[in-house]
């Protein structure tokens, strides 16, 4: 018997929940978009703050719904939703501190892959270092609408890092900057992990809300409803 409502999930069935979910990590701004975007909107869970909503964008039905900060927070909703819930798509639509000069404050990032200080995968593959993907069909979408709305957005490597408060973090961002690495953030190595692991559907995009250039980052408020250049992409080329 399938487990639901799961111990985090409290949608007492899979048609409560749309195939795609977008997933930012912050509960209220999976709020903000469900109430700016959505139509015909239902909230499916409210445990532990972890706003769910589902409605209809363009006629398009739609999930949106908080992960939470962190690998290991976001990883039980992740593998709830794909493995219980029947979601066949994940979209991470997150924050990003910025590793480069020329990716700035409100820049859009996409990842083509996630390296990570995460031990969640340490001895699942023997001597062979794991490197997570998203979807390429998804990936390859966002690229082409990105080129014909004239969207900028930076395509690259994002360190997906453990701890967020990290006296050693800059230790290695120059030769992670080397090897093609452009944003840091902390979910998305987890978000493809579970994703091939279930053979399903993840892409993983972020607007940089800080960066090491700059003295100004964006307050909670920003970061809850001012990054919706990054919502409606993410909205656009969300899966039927």
């Not at 209809?56 to 909703?77: A, D, E, L, N, Q």
């Not at 990003?96 to 699942?124: C, H, M, P, W, Y």
């Not at 967020?164 to 080397?178: A, I």
């Amino acid at each position: 018997m399938t487990p639901i409502p799961t111990p985090h999930i409290e949608a007492k069935s899979p048609e409560e929940i749309a195939s795609t979910v977008l997933m930012p990590g912050d509960p209220l701004r999976a709020k903000f978009i469900a109430e700016k975007y959505l139509e015909q909107v239902t909230c499916f869970n409210q445990v532990r703050g972890m706003l769910g909503f589902t409605g209809y964008y363009k006629g398009k039905r739609v999930s949106v719904m908080g992960s939470g900060m962190g690998i290991p927070s976001s990883m039980i909703y992740f593998h709830e939703l794909f493995a219980f819930y029947e979601v066949e798509t994940i979209i991470r639509i997150g924050t990003a501190g910025s590793f480069k000069q020329d990716i700035g404050l409100r820049d859009i990032v996409v990842a083509t892959a996630a390296v990570s200080d995460s031990n969640i995968n340490e001895g699942k593959f023997g001597n062979i270092h794991y490197s997570p993907t998203p979807d390429f069909e998804l990936l390859v979408k966002t690229w082409q609408l990105t080129k014909e709305k004239g969207i900028k957005a930076h395509f690259g490597l994002v360190s997906s890092g453990d701890q967020f408060y990290n006296e050693n973090k800059g230790q290695f961002r120059d030769k992670l900057v080397q090897y093609g690495v452009i944003a840091g953030e902390m979910e998305s190595y987890g978000l493809f992990t579970k994703a091939h692991e279930l053979g399903k559907k993840s892409l993983a995009m972020f607007t940089i809300s800080d960066s090491r250039f700059v003295k100004n980052q964006d307050s909670s408020k920003q970061r809850e409803q001012g990054y919706t250049a990054m919502m409606e992409l993410a909205l656009e080329i969300a899966p039927e």
